[in-house]
């Protein structure tokens, strides 16, 4: 078992920036792929960014290339997502994932569906 706590989440003006964390316990945590997934009012949750089992390679969706890192400190079983240039489109619960699969195919919309452990997740707000 995995257990997966996200923090950091809270309320920034477009263009600002915001760190989230997910601390991991139980399972050798280095054995995931880890990653992102966030689910705005309404919609339904998609995949946001995911990180190999290394920290070596990294799957971002179109919609946050350039503007999202995500990093992982397998020492302090915990990953990042630093985000910047945030917008109001990006308003979400960002939930936290673990899974055996590797995260280059984490893209595809029924990866969702098939995550070994999720977080409960944190609220990010951005206001116009």
């Known amino acids: 078992q995995v257990q997966l706590e996200e923090s950091g989440g809270g309320l920034v003006q477009a263009g600002g920036s915001l760190r989230l964390s997910c601390a991991a316990s139980?399972?050798?945590?280095?054995?995931?792929?880890m990653g992102w997934f966030r689910q705005a009012p309404g919609k339904e949750r998609e995949f946001v960014v995911a990180?190999?089992?290394?920290?070596?390679?990294?799957w971002y969706a179109d919609s946050v290339k350039g503007r999202f890192t995500i990093s992982r400190d397998n020492a302090k079983n915990t990953v990042y997502l630093q985000m910047n240039s945030l917008k109001p489109e990006d308003t979400a619960v960002y939930y936290c994932?673990?899974?055996?699969?590797?995260?280059?195919?984490?893209?595809?919309?029924?990866?969702?569906?098939?995550?070994?452990?999720w977080g409960k997740g944190t609220l990010v707000t951005v206001s116009s």
């Open positions: 139980g399972r050798t945590f280095s054995s995931y792929s």
């Open positions: 994932a673990a899974d055996y699969k590797d995260g280059s195919i984490w893209y595809l919309e029924d990866s969702v569906y098939s995550m070994d452990y």
């Open positions: 990180i190999s089992w290394s920290g070596g390679n990294a």
